[in-house]
């Protein structure tokens, strides 16, 4: 008969194989059982741990893989953050890590000492570890896109003002046990950590930001490896500080924020590499670490891990009503902070680990805490994903039913820039239409036809490629046709498309062309709204964005749409809006946007002297955005053509140029 111990693996290529299959086959038993995949990496990491089949013994490897993926969370969690609307609802983050933590503390104190008999200093870091959770059901929120909901950033906000307060107790608590709480510590404590974060605060970005500019490579190996060194420094020396590397790890997703945007090549190979390494295996760790036999064996552990429990779930819970009366939130956004919330497990684990190396705590602690960290796992899981999944078809608005087209087509020349490209028309894609992105090659029917095809098919093989990676659905398209213009104009008709992306890429002689014939040519025979792009930074690196509005182009119908979608857009980058437009158009503006505190305005009454003004202000970094009439209409103006020529010609940042659709479709020459 086989004996347990004989299956135990030592190899590290098998451990690691064992590791990848449980990565690999939870998801496919989530999706046939509809149990959150996170519930099949806990039990995987049951299964094959010391507590299970005794396959793998933890140890250091296993333990340091398990640390990467639970700064890899953290990491992910400040860099998703919408810091514009964590900016305008700081106070809710405050309010629910406040709640969060002194309504766990207090009913963890008094259960502590009059339940289960500890004593003060023991009640008191016992009552931490219910302050504390660890966001492990983060990753289903993010995968669902709910991660920018008010709810889901209050709650990583509380998290971090929670973690924070129930490390300082630890601390406290140890200080206070080894006789070294004196007012040497609270300074070095105080002042190292408030060092730390400003200085991270301040210098990472200007690093970062340097780097992206001067020193990143083409294929995005370099900007990866960068922000993952600067993580897991940064990581380090919050450890260092006093304080826990997974604040270190969330300090640098909020510091990086700005420079990495949500639809971005980098970000997509962040989410990707954690969502299939990473945080598995952090998650497959934490299932290791889990003893279901210690519930049964002994009467005191069940008890205590009952009565653990029960405080846990009940004080989580009364944190999120609460927060979600006083914040207005509705049933479901209440109920999914409380199930991002309820979880324990890294702060828990390492707090109940250090109490019990002191001997502050026993062995039934210990047992009871392990128990609770896998009941709340597992109950988070569950509810996390039930009210999630909710949430998502009760968000089945009008935007979603609407028939309308948010097709983009982008033709496409040669692979200069093509990265800065594509997460421009990913960034201006519709979240919510799930709609593919159209790619053109279109092929002058005088040229080589076989050989251009060929070339044509490569390029756009590379495009798919990049598409992939970042989990876009991308159409090819390649047409022969006579005359470029022509040949995009078609495949905008034929694949009803809303929008066009064109790229500018060299200066042209013909006084009369703005952008050129082919996009001027376009641009005359076309409806749809169309973006004349230069782009020779990558967006995440954008400072300020100037976008020049005359007092012409305001009177166009689509006006207001346009200009509310490019806000939205540069609100994702972080980047501040600097309006430049005569007084009477300022006015206009504020009417709509008065309420909006990242935006200013800078006025001009001569448009023959703007490029000066521009080129006086603009730096390497910076974007200049100009709407633009179209030829023959009242919205059109000759000098607002010669300043975007001058403007693409010249400029050392990015330039976009926004052509809005046709007033008087039945008059215009929109047609074959």
């Known amino acids: 008969m086989l004996k347990i111990e004989n299956l135990q693996v030592n190899d590290p290529i098998l451990m690691f194989a064992i590791f990848m299959s449980i990565v690999l086959s939870s998801p496919l038993i989530a999706k046939k059982t509809k149990i959150p995949t996170i519930i099949f990496l806990l039990l995987g990491g049951m299964i094959i741990g010391p507590y299970g089949l ?29 810091l514009h609307e964590v900016e305008k609802n700081k106070h809710q983050s405050i309010v629910f890590g406040l709640l969060t933590f002194i309504i766990p503390l207090i009913l963890g104190i008094l259960g502590s000492f009059y339940i289960l008999n500890l004593n003060l200093l023991a009640s008191v870091l016992l009552a931490s570890l219910f302050s504390s959770h660890t966001l492990i059901t983060y990753p289903i929120v993010s995968k669902l896109g709910l991660s920018k909901r008010n709810s889901v950033t209050s709650t990583i906000g509380g998290t971090i003002i929670t973690d924070v307060l129930a490390l300082i107790v630890l601390a406290v608590v140890i200080a206070t046990y080894q006789g070294n709480l004196t007012l040497l510590f609270w300074l070095k404590f105080i002042i190292f950590s408030l060092l730390y974060t400003v200085i991270s605060a301040k210098y990472i970005p200007k690093l970062a930001k340097y780097f992206f500019l001067s020193h990143s490579s083409g294929d995005g190996s370099d900007d990866y490896a960068f922000v993952i060194t600067i993580t897991f420094i940064l990581a380090y020396l919050s450890h260092l500080v006093g304080l826990e590397p997974i604040i270190g790890a969330f300090l640098s997703g ?113 047992a009871g805490t392990i128990t609770m960290i896998m009941v709340t796992c597992f109950l988070g899981s569950f509810t996390t994903d039930y009210f999630a999944q909710k949430m998502i078809l009760n968000e089945e608005d009008d935007d979603i039913l609407s028939q309308e087209s948010q097709r983009i087509l982008v033709p496409i020349n040669t692979s200069n820039n093509l990265e800065n490209l594509m997460e421009f028309s990913f960034m201006l894609q519709s979240i919510k239409k799930h709609e593919p992105l ?27 490629k990049i598409g992939k990676e970042m989990n876009r659905e991308i159409y090819p398209l390649i ?63 954008v400072g300020k964005s100037y976008v020049l509005v005359s007092k012409f182009i305001k009177k166009h119908k689509g006006f207001l ?51 000066n003004l521009i080129f006086n202000l603009i730096k390497k970094e910076d974007m200049v955005i100009q709407f633009l009439g179209r030829s023959g209409e009242n919205t059109w103006n000759n000098s607002q053509d010669k300043l975007a020529k001058v403007l693409i010609e010249n400029l050392s940042g990015n330039y976009i140029g926004i052509y809005l659709p046709c007033l008087n479709v039945e008059e215009c020459s929109c047609s074959l």
């Not at 891990?305 to 846990?312: D, G, K, Y």
Request: glycine residues 4%.
């Open 254 to 366: 909020l510091v990086l924020n700005s420079l990495i945007p949500e639809r971005s090549a980098l970000m997509s190979r962040i989410k990707f590499i954690g969502e299939t390494l990473f945080i598995p295996f952090f998650l497959i760790s934490v299932g290791m670490l889990i003893d279901v036999r210690q519930f049964f064996e002994n009467e005191r552990t069940i008890i205590i891990a009952i009565i653990m429990i029960i405080i846990a779930i009940i004080a989580k819970l009364l944190a999120a009503l609460i927060f979600g009366k006083i914040s207005k939130l509705n049933k479901l956004d209440t109920y999914l902070v409380f199930s991002l919330s309820v979880n324990q497990a890294a702060a828990t684990l390492a707090a109940v680990t250090v109490g019990y190396e002191l001997g502050i705590f026993n062995e039934y602690i210990l």
């Open 54 to 82: 005794k396959v793998i013994i933890p140890n250091s490897s296993i333990e340091l893989l398990g640390s990467i993926g639970l700064l890899y969370i953290m990491f992910e969690a400040g860099l998703e953050i919408n």
């Open 561 to 611: 749409d346009r200009l509310f979608s490019i806000l939205g857009h540069l609100k994702e980058l972080n980047t501040k809006v600097i309006f430049i437009c005569e007084d009477e158009t300022q006015k206009y503006l504020e009417r709509f946007l008065k309420d909006d505190k990242k935006i200013e305005y800078l006025n001009i009454n001569d448009w023959k002297k703007v490029d």
């Open 438 to 464: 159209y790619f053109l090659k279109v092929i002058l029917d005088i040229d080589d036809t076989d050989k251009k095809i060929i070339e044509s098919e490569s390029l756009l093989e590379k495009v798919v």
């Open 479 to 541: 047409r022969i046709q006579s005359l470029i213009p022509l040949g995009i104009l078609r495949a905008s008709k034929e694949n009803r498309i809303s929008k066009v992306i064109l790229s500018w890429d060299k200066k042209h002689s013909e006084r009369n062309k703005v952008f050129g014939s082919v996009i001027d040519d376009f641009v005359s025979k076309s409806n749809t709204i169309v973006y004349v792009v230069k782009l020779e930074n990558k967006l995440g690196t």
